[in-house]
């Protein structure tokens, strides 16, 4: 497993293993690993990790760090940061003040950096949207 600058395996209080598949909306404080498949949305303040081997389809990812090492379908938004190891693809927009892409990444989308961290708050209604 490739080494990440956020938690590490042992820190990750929930892990949706391989084997698991949910579909609907995910909440969570503190943080996740999906290894498995997930489809819908996912709206934390935690920490997210997509493993390596894990496949998930959302319309929007919401979290305050997120880790990639699988497949995303999706929008991604992190307050702190987001980083894609080696392994990961991702398809959709990443919006974050930090972001981390490793060699051999593919990513298709668009990527919007956040310039002033302190005026972000992915969990606040956007606009566009109010």
Do not use: W
Request: proline share 4%.
């Amino acid at each position: 497993m490739p080494k990440t600058t956020t938690k590490t395996i042992h820190e990750i209080s929930t892990i949706l293993g391989r084997e698991t598949g949910f579909s609907g909306k995910l909440k969570f404080q503190d943080s996740l690993m999906i290894r498995g498949s997930f489809e819908g949305e996912i709206d934390a303040q935690g920490f997210l990790h997509i493993d390596q081997g894990a496949e998930v389809r959302a319309s929007l990812i919401r979290a305050s760090s997120i880790v990639v090492g699988g497949v995303v379908h999706g929008d991604l938004e992190a307050v702190d940061r987001i980083e894609l190891l080696p392994t990961a693809r991702v398809y959709g927009k990443i919006r974050t003040t930090k972001l981390r892409i490793a060699d051999g990444v593919i990513f298709e989308g668009r990527c919007e950096m956040i310039r002033n961290p302190s005026d972000f708050s992915p969990f606040a209604p956007r606009a566009e949207q109010a």
